[in-house]
């Protein structure tokens, strides 16, 4: 077959015709950026452009991507062509999304923020936000919701931020809470401006780590025990209560059946810390009262749990070991060394906590010695760790010099080896232990490099055109820095 003007012969080119477009369109369809948008490095902005729909054909290096003001009503499952791998920001607020499809996310796996703030979701349901395990912060503000299914948010185990504030919720969403159906890592929850009337302040105080949950402009039925956890997290100083102030408008105009004034007895000393020994019973009374008056709802937060008065059963249960009293009292029987740690008394004073006073008491189960002695003996065990890493690496120094000097092949001299090469590895500076003087890490390794020598034709080796002076012949690597003037070791001693 005759070749072409260019070389090739027709057989040739078809085959360039057929295979170049399947190389060059994933590059084309990388490249080109959605019509309606703008494009910038892996940031897509769609922002108002009354867009019906996110752009079927995404960039697959988008990092970002925004289709905020626009009509979308429906995100479907097949909203995007390909899946985006660097996806981690998407914003769709203030569209009219009122339903999202089951597995919509599912070709964005990696979202970490999603912003859905200012639609018309009212309802989330347990498929709405599936396969989104690496999404952080989650934004709902502004939408309609009134119910969230019981397993809505079981998906999203990175969950660290909610943002329900604006809705119509009525009923406190414990489930979030709850470890197998909620995100166990969720510190911030906003609710504020909804239509909370009642607060499981038991549940709440119950919640673990410091969860900052917002509360303010809910129609909240500021009863005793909202009160006394106002009070409680003002004392705490929990950021909502100091950004926002109690979430309760009408505080301390219930009566709640405490006297405004602690009950300790004049000349009485109130007792903060407690100190038994496993198996050992005790009564601790609530800080600032002597007794509560009956009536009053007292809660105890111990370090596992959280309990009530109102728990009270007069017939002693032999497997409950924590009781709280009708008058405020904690009883803890049999006390167990895993017992020990801070109890917190809350319950309505009606009023704040003064700087001075506390209504947290510190138990301590066991003999404070023991806890002493082991850290004497951990602390021993840690010395003895870094003198034996010490030792070792001392060895190991050794080993690495003896390879160097034994090992390594030299260009010019004897047998071809040893053509200068001088090594000093010693554990002490001998000029220091002369003086009297030894470092705390008593380890020294220095190397005089040997220097590169040209042979002549009968392999021996030439002049030097400089003579080294001291310092070239030294070149020690060594701990610290060298005194202004100590001489320089000599070659002889290295070699």
């Known amino acids: 077959m005759p070749p072409t003007l260019s070389g090739r012969t ?56 925004d289709l905020s003001h626009n009509v979308i009503k429906v995100l479907s499952t097949s909203w995007t062509s390909q899946t985006l791998h660097r996806l981690t920001t998407l914003t769709l607020n203030w569209n009219f999304i009122s339903e999202i499809q089951e597995n919509a996310f599912a070709e964005a796996p990696y979202i970490s923020h999603l912003d859905l703030s200012s639609n018309q979701l009212a309802m989330l349901n347990s498929s709405m936000f599936t396969g989104l395990k690496a999404l952080q912060e989650l934004l709902l503000f502004g939408n309609q919701v009134s119910h969230i299914e019981k397993d809505t948010f079981k998906s999203l ?22 470890e197998q159906n909620g995100p166990l890592n969720l510190t911030f929850l906003d609710l504020s401006s909804n239509r909370l009337t009642h607060l499981p302040v038991q549940n709440v105080l119950s919640l673990r780590g410091n969860s900052e949950i917002y509360l303010q402009n809910n129609p909240l039925d500021c009863d005793c025990p909202v009160q006394a956890l106002m009070e409680f997290w003002t004392w705490k ?140 003996t951990e602390r021993s065990g840690e010395h003895f760790n870094t003198a034996f890493t010490t030792l070792a690496s001392c060895v190991v120094s050794i080993i690495l010099v003896l390879l160097y000097l034994y090992l390594t092949p030299c260009r010019c001299g004897r047998n ?44 021996e080796p030439k002049s030097p055109v400089l003579t080294p002076g001291p310092a070239g012949k030294e070149g020690i690597l060594k701990n610290g820095s060298r005194t202004v003037g100590q001489s320089s070791i000599d070659s002889t001693h290295a070699a």
């Open 10 to 65: 027709p057989w040739t080119s078809n085959v360039l015709a057929l295979v170049l477009p399947l190389f060059l369109a994933p590059l084309y369809s990388v490249a080109l950026c959605p019509s309606p948008c703008l494009c910038a490095s892996d940031i897509i902005s769609c922002s108002s452009r009354n867009l019906s729909s996110p752009p079927f054909q995404l960039p697959g290096y988008s990092s970002r991507l």
């Open 157 to 178: 185990s990175s969950l660290q931020r909610l943002y329900l504030s604006g809705n119509l919720l009525t009923q406190f969403p414990l489930e979030l809470y709850e």
């Open 237 to 376: 100083q929990f950021r909502p209560v100091v950004d926002f102030g109690s979430a309760c408008k009408d505080e301390g105009d219930v009566e709640c059946g405490l006297q405004e004034k602690p009950t300790i007895q004049e000349g009485e000393e109130e007792v903060f810390e407690y100190q038994l020994e496993p198996g050992d019973e005790i009564s601790v009374p609530c800080p600032g009262f002597s007794t509560v008056q009956k009536g009053a709802l007292v809660y105890w937060v111990t370090p596992h749990t959280v309990l009530n008065s109102s728990e009270y059963n007069s017939s002693k249960d032999p497997t409950q070991r924590f009781t709280v009293l009708p008058h405020g009292t904690l009883e803890i029987h049999s006390a167990r060394v895993e017992d020990s740690g801070t109890y917190s008394c809350v319950v309505s004073r009606g009023r704040r906590l003064e700087p001075g006073e506390t209504p947290e008491v510190t138990i301590t189960v066991g003999n404070a010695s023991l806890t002493t002695s082991g850290e004497k």
């Open 416 to 459: 071809g080896w040893g053509c200068g090469g001088r090594a000093i590895v010693v554990c002490s500076d001998p000029r220091e232990v002369e003086a009297g003087q030894r470092r705390a890490n008593g380890k020294r390794v220095a190397f005089l490099e040997p220097q590169v020598e040209e042979c002549n034709g009968n392999g």
